[in-house]
């Protein structure tokens, strides 16, 4: 099983960025802590990172080789139809996760262009938030294994 | 660590009910599911369901000796103020969760009374959604722990 | 043929409540009426009434044995999405009913969380509202059963 | 009893027109059986048609010869204030009728001009809706007649 | 100097058509009165009536030999974008009046697709606003005849 | 007969103020209009101008000796209620003017809070608006105390 | 003089619930204060709590022997049209009271659906909000008592 | 203890405005009464009433001696930016109060620019808003300097 | 391959309407050049104009004889429910245009009945549009014509 | 005459991408469809595309040596403010295309920051959108010279 | 070179009012910094202050003198059309200024009536946005008089 | 004293981009006159340009060693959350400018995503605005230093 860990701009900046809302630990050890939650599941996940919208493009385009996608778009999150319709063209599931609670922010971070087309949202729980997020799209694609191998 | 599962208005039809949106799994499953992943977490859970807003609001008031509190407001969500209250009066950490991906649905189950005062939300995974709300609750509970043996 | 009329919170006081919007029949007035129209139509009707949400889902969940539902949710017509739920669970044909007409009346109750997924609403008839509700599921049934039997 | 039955544009079409949703019942049969309706509640029922705004303008004009009115006016229910004042100018009871429920189908066609103007609406229920328009039209005659006579 | 006059739907009720309202002087009265009004100016004018909104829009379009156009669209004045655009494709001065004050009505009535491309707007006099109207316009006309000659 | 001209802020810069929109007769030619129309239908017309709200109240409020009221309230049209509470408070018929064609500008000035309680609205003749608005604040007048005379 | 004080959901937990915004005295105790300025008054107070939407309508409807209410209706003064039409049916004077400033809160508690059918409303002023609230009903009481005595 | 009530904009025009909203109790007697209240709580009074928003601001400048304000800012009450800029900038208590219920009038009336930034809100009592307000200031000013005295 | 063009109210006025919008080409000549285009693309189309909304839908409905439709529908583009009704009963391809481009006027006019039902939209070309409408209907039919060989 | 043809992103997964919206002809059969339609019109076409906002604006900035802009800028069509700065900062002339219906899919593809500044737009046809945009463009470009060779 | 500076309510209290908000500077101090700015400039400032709306556009009519205005109308920014028509009635170059960010404050502080008639707007940088308003407007006259100039 | 000078998409475009709205300096003449600025204040000033959205939130978050940033943001301002969170994750001040006033231009140039977490904007002064710009910064950084100094 093979998953690709999509963060959106910013996320880079993790464990220096407005630590209260995001948190203190730094990006480097999230990637370290997904490699970790993947391997408990024997799972082979790959971690990417762009502040640029066109190459997150590009990464959902070229994801033809996993079985689904784990993003957290970040800003793009509530602007990007790019991103939403790059998702769209792959087919893969999609879990949609973010380190903070994004419905006790701003206004504007309560609409989401990815949402609706996801299977899935986990927002909230800091890094947990990926952690559940990867366990949700493991539990997701096993479910859906069986169903396909049934038909 | 003591925790109160709370399910709102017609979970109790789980299985019976739309199962192209909720599944198949009957309540009484889903329920023996959440003792099952409980277990594993070695926590103490509690299930409770009713389809009254005012009993949901009796059980809120009376949860005192649990640590937390998982939320599946039914469609209450959508309209009761006064649940959001009671969970407010007891302040307990809340993890909000759902079957489905509401975001996919009606216009109106966009909104969440609940949401904005959980510590996050954990929607669309069908009942997978309560054990990814079980671990993060248990570990915010755990680092909230850690943290105020800190101080 | 087996139907369940359901009267929402309020509908008690038929008679004694703001006659000139609602009339100066008495509520056993109209529920005697319902089993004389009823009886017309050798259909076996029971009238249940609740002013609490919870019960009137409870009703609902319960109606496995009627082969159609007949509701004035009253003042749950317009903010309860719980209600909406518990008819979309048992799946069985709905038709709203109203004795006032609602369209006439204060801005929010020209909403309904009931309409879109009845067969088809009756409002602004006084108790003949009833009358034309009975009808009217009486002759869906019908057509229902015939379509049925022709499969 | 007199009673104008006034059908808008594109009501002619019935039977070839969106059989899903308006029924497969053709507009002379519909006319045949709102006669036949008529008949046996003696009520004389005069069925008019057009696609103009202007002459169902007129016909309700023209209607001082009748008791009431029941009206579908289809397409331009949602947007005809010239025809809500007709309906005013000649002070006749109306009853509003549609064959589709148009609370299930797009956001523009919950709005009508005519239903808080009229003695009430019945929706969704196919050509029988028109008998229940005759129904509750007679049923409101009677009454109000009734009350006049007591005066 | 030639002035068209344009009634619109319902606008032949006049007298009959809710009259605390509209008042109580019949149609024929306000088109005699207009006749007055006009031949007191030395201004010729003709005074047109439609139900119909594509007939209101021939007589616009066939307004070549006017100086200018008194219009009540009646209820197509807050619905009908072809009156507006026939009204500019003839490009001669226009004023809007209306017997009611369409200002304390219904919220609907608040929007006119006339008003904005008139010379100005009269609305609440009853009969008399026409009154106005034909005086608004003569000296509207004459304003421009002197800047014309000037010119 | 005694009639209130009541002219709002900026009204005294008119012949200076934007002459493409207000025209370019100056305020005291216009003060010297409203008399010469007022002499000729033999009605004695007192003009008040302010920049001031208050003041503009307090002439309202004191408005006692007069039949009526024409108003041209300017910007505070649009934002005060506290001068529609004072027309309110005196109970005098009240005609609204404007220079200038409210419709075609921004949308701010589209909201009137004199317009729902006014007599009638006059807007976009330039000066004759004002005469416009004596003659049917004369009118109404004559036609109210005729009413009163017969009763 | 038979006053009935109804409490909404969450009342109960007064003095446990966020005290910053609903105060520290207790519910036992604000019960014990309206006994003793009802006293004062020499009025008779039942003071009424319950969580459940249905109960709290159960009590209006009961309240018969009283002369009028004072509510608080929590949570569901912005979400209730039910409560709103069982006020509304038994047709007493109402006071609303509330112990927080709801205007200084979230957007949605500045909806009421009890404010603009009661005689007023009180807010803001914890505990003293239900003295001021028993002072207004009382005088209230008082002025109508005298004015139809004096019919 | 000294309490500055400002009244707004066509306040002195009471008993003779509008008696079915605002009551028949004139201008001078509310002064009276307002004296005799504040004289039954051993506290100091000024009343202060101007239609102008410049002077109503002056006066909350003004108002340093003063320990809290009750004001009814009238039809500024829904526009005046400014007047919740200087109640905020002297930073005393503020009660806001109204003789009508501003909740079931105009939709406009519904906006306060004072409420949320007021200890609270008294409407619909007529005269009597004042007395409760004044209690209700007595009692906060009370309680405040109660806790001060503590620390 | 048989195409009904219908042209809405207005366009018969081509050449002579607000030349700077809709260009200098009169109706007749579209006219022409329409015959001229489809000649060449050897389709046989039927040219429609009229200024009535019925006659339009009488146009619609009488369209069986045809393969598609093209349709500017001018005003009523965007106030036409029952035009809308129309093209959806008679189930053929309409190709949607207009000469301007509807996108960079008045806001209304964004708003189009027809679009979300038509198998494209060309807007903003002058009588071009018709030309490139003819193509794409002409494309379109002969692509649905293949795949309906095809099965 | 030389034209660039700018595609936006997702647009390289023609073919791949959603067919039942975007049709089965793959991007490079496409691009080699747009040469061979501009071959025919005697017009040098470049096709550009890319995923990324900013070197479609660099595409854009640098199109000084061509003719005119036939853009899809797929997802950023609807949200960037940026490509319509660039599109005005050339100057060129735009014609807008989609491959799909924008107007029957998702509420956030109805708005467009390109269509108002754009010459026209063609949207639904297919690949043929793009064919009928050329011609369309190539059209407009004639007109234009000639236009310009006249003066 | 002469420049009016119009302060308007509340502006007085600086230094007393909220200064968290609006800084420690009191006016005075204010009103002699714009002086030694404006010498610096060699400019010459007439400062100006008044809570009241009327006499701020008195203030602004009488500027016939300046060359330019710099304006901080206070909390009458967000609600007053009349002083925004007094500006334009006078036709001077207008830069607007605010001390506070009023982007980071309340809603209502994001709508001026004043920005979009203005030069440009300058917001929250205390004191010194008045400073930086002086050179705005300094050199927007050098500019405009170097263009005049040239003519 | 280091300062990082941000421009968007299109400011490149500077002198040849719509002249009226952004004028004829050319953008090196404005990166040459923000160093001529810079150097007047003895601070340096790097000047940066990117059309992409992704390399300007990587070169704000590669801000570490300057002390404040100056943004013209250009379309992204209106749609950018992404830049928002690059600001907010780097904690510098910021000063937004605009060459053109916004608030005088389309309705979606009034929202910003970076004026509220700036310390305040200044728009509407062409290239002036950076010059403004350079002087606020420079006098916040000033103040801040300072306030920092004496704790």
Redesign the interface.
């Known amino acids: 099983m093979k998953i690709l860990v999509i963060n ?3 996320l ?2 993790l464990g ?3 630590p209260p809302i995001y948190g203190s630990v730094a990006y480097d050890q999230l990637a370290a802590l997904i490699q970790e939650w993947s391997g408990a599941l024997a799972v082979s996940a790959t971690v990417f990172q ?6 997150i ?2 990464a959902i ?1 070229g994801a033809g080789q996993y079985d689904g996608i784990i993003i957290n778009a ?13 998702l ?4 893969l599931p999609v879990v949609e996760v973010h380190l903070s ?1 994004i ?2 922010r701003e206004e ?2 309560k609409t ?2 990815i ?11 800091g890094t ?2 990926y ?2 997020g990867l ?2 799209l493991y ?2 694609l096993k479910k859906k294994k069986h169903a396909e191998d049934k038909n």
């Open positions: 959106g701009p910013n880079n900046m220096r960025r407005e762009s502040n640029s919208e066109g190459q493009i590009d385009q970040g800003g793009y999150t509530h602007t990007s139809v790019a991103i939403r319709d790059a769209l063209s792959v087919g609670n419905f006790s504007f971070r989401s262009f949402s609706d087309i996801a299977v899935g949202v986990i927002t909230g729980f947990e938030s952690h559940l366990i949700a539990e997701h």
